[in-house]
């Protein structure tokens, strides 16, 4: 449960609760059930200002709620009572300063529905941080809220920065997640709970940007490729612009359609189109050369940076060029410089 401190802290600043739990099916739905408890969900949710992620995956749930802490309460307090669920586990509950899940009342991600399943070098002074990267991976795939958090914090007290901690620890950590996937060391769930939990330690990593800043010459969209379920890129780039001062807004569109009106409606500066930062998703290059393509059609002055990124990109940046993108991030850390300077560019041809 929230503390009092941290509600009043929360309300000052307009801030978020944000819960992630799983939990057994009980019995286990049929596909006419999960429409209908997902219908149920999202005509709720929406009610009360919660969003959020549900995902199904052989018989179990992990699901992540954000909203206003007492609604959050509400529902949580609602969901242990209810009989759907068994073996109830609470994996974090936190508060955090912007949603991840803007767009959706609450988006069901089921396995049985057939959604899509060199790095730089590191500077010597970094290679304490490498060494953790087995323990916040092992945290990360437990679920312990606790020690992953208490290891992020020790580290700040040391003196890592926010972008130390997301280029040396965080996104190394994702990759060494999606190994231990592709080695059949965990399943998608323990992977999606695992890259979870990295998401909500990154919101510790940076502190809160000065209110001088936030009046920013630059406009980003961060968005998960469609398709895409992992979101971590675009949680970790939405701290690194806020900070930097951007206008930042995150979405999760389901289709390339969504995406372009979106554009077309809010014409944002840039857009960031992640992939999975822990798996290669080599299968996605064609699917996002079209994606591409529809967000340059949504955008006809010509004006929009495209940057792309996820581990694909990480370890050959090379294949930003195949997709018709501007910019390939290595890391979300130090991002908003390279497209800061496109977009003047652009600005300064036109």
């Not at 580290?155 to 190994?179: F, K, M, N, Y």
């Not at 979300?332 to 560019?345: F, H, R, Y």
Request: charged share 25%; hydrophobic share 40%.
């Amino acid at each position: 449960m929230l503390t009092q401190t941290e509600r009043g802290g929360a309300e000052s600043i307009d801030w978020m609760a944000s819960l992630t739990y799983r939990s057994e099916a009980a019995p286990v739905p049929s596909a006419t059930e999960l429409e209908s408890l997902i219908a149920e969900a999202r005509g709720r949710n929406h009610n009360v200002g919660i969003t959020g992620m549900l995902l199904y995956d052989s018989g179990r749930y992990l699901q992540t709620l954000e909203g206003p802490p007492d609604a959050v309460e509400r529902l949580w307090s609602a969901i242990k009572r209810d009989p759907r669920h068994g073996q109830i586990e609470l994996l974090s509950q936190h508060i955090v300063p912007s949603r991840l899940f803007s767009g959706w009342d609450m988006q069901l991600y089921d396995r049985r529905g057939g959604n899509d399943q060199r790095a730089p070098a590191v500077k010597k002074a970094s290679i304490s941080l490498v060494d953790h990267v087995p323990a916040t991976a092992r945290f990360a795939l437990d679920g312990d809220d606790g020690k992953l958090n208490a290891l992020i914090a020790d580290l700040i007290a040391q003196g890592w920065v926010g972008d130390a901690l997301v280029r040396h620890l965080l996104e190394p950590t994702a990759r060494a997640l999606g190994d231990a996937w592709l080695a059949d060391d965990c399943c998608e769930v323990d992977l999606t709970i695992a890259l979870s939990m990295l998401q909500l330690a990154g919101h510790a990593v940076h502190s809160r940007p000065a209110d001088s800043i936030r009046q920013s010459r630059y406009s980003i969209l961060l968005v998960t490729a469609p398709g895409e379920p992992h979101m971590l890129g675009s949680s970790l780039l939405s701290d690194v612009f806020g900070n930097a001062g951007w206008s930042v807004d995150i979405a999760f569109p389901d289709t390339d359609e969504s995406l372009a009106r979106q554009l077309l409606a809010q014409r944002p500066d840039a857009v960031d189109i992640a992939l999975s930062e822990a798996l290669p998703r080599h299968h996605a290059l064609v699917r996002l050369r079209d994606t591409i393509e529809k967000c340059r059609a949504a955008s006809p002055d010509e004006m929009l940076v495209v940057s792309v990124g996820g581990r694909l990109f990480a370890e050959a940046a090379a294949t930003a060029r195949s997709v018709g993108a501007d910019h390939a991030r290595l890391s979300a850390a130090g991002t908003s410089v390279p497209l800061a300077k496109l977009i003047e560019q652009r600005r300064t041809r036109s």
